[in-house]
């Protein structure tokens, strides 16, 4: 019996150790996975849109002047109208005449708003670049003989419809009345209403 395991040593040696590891194998694969830690969800805040940039309306400066509390340059919202420009500058004195304002108008940057006195005559004028706001025939700029420069400074003309004005009296003839002004190019009647006030047929 010796001299058998003697000679067949290597090969019961070589089948332990295939035992030994399938055993192994065996035990490895059977046991219970080890328990895992709870797992931990980081939540991330969602990034905040940045808010779009508004857009600003420069204000309007306008000249305030005659017969208010406080005459001076004030600063106005945009779409501001006479009325607005009046109460800034404290409100009319006793002797304003009103009724020669047109207190609905709507403003524009470097205007002169000039409030005159019962039995004024004639509206003060105004410097370059501003438009005063005075009643038709006090100083009104006459559409059939003012020069380009005059009908310049008048608020929404400019020099190039004022070159226009100029043209088409001269190739059909002066003005019969002021909604004529619409038949030039580019003048139409929301032009028309803004300047009403401001010019006259003489």
């Known amino acids: 019996m010796d001299g058998w395991i003697e000679r067949h040593r290597s090969q019961i040696m070589f ?12 035990l490895v694969l059977r046991r219970p996975p080890s328990p895992q ?13 940045s808010p779009l ?9 306008v000249y305030v002047s005659g017969a208010v509390a406080h005459p ?6 945009a779409g501001s109208i006479v009325k607005d ?10 002797g304003a005449d009103l009724a020669r304002v047109n207190l609905a108008q709507q403003l524009h940057d470097q205007q002169q ?16 670049g501003q438009s005063p706001i005075h009643s038709p025939g006090g100083g009104c700029v006459d559409i059939n003989s003012a020069t380009l420069e005059e009908l310049d400074e008048l608020p929404g003309i400019g020099p190039v419809y004022a070159q226009r004005i100029i043209e088409y009296r001269t190739a059909h003839g002066s003005f ?27």
Do not use: F
């Not at 830690?37 to 849109?49: D, E, F, N, R, S």
């Open 176 to 202: 019969q009345d002021i909604e004529d002004l619409i038949r030039v190019k580019g003048i139409g009647p929301a032009t028309l209403q803004e300047i009403r006030d401001l010019i006259c047929i003489r």
């Open 113 to 128: 708003v000039h409030i005159p006195l019962v039995g004024e005559t004639p509206a003060p004028l105004s410097s370059p």
């Open 15 to 26: 089948l332990l150790g295939n035992v030994i590891l399938v055993g192994a194998a065996v």
């Open 85 to 94: 420009a009046v109460t800034a500058a404290g409100g009319a004195l006793p």
């Open 72 to 77: 001076d340059v004030y600063e106005l919202l």
């Open 53 to 61: 940039p508004t857009s600003t309306t420069a204000p309007l400066r």
């Open 37 to 49: 830690g709870p797992v931990v969800q980081i939540a991330t805040a969602l990034p905040t849109p």
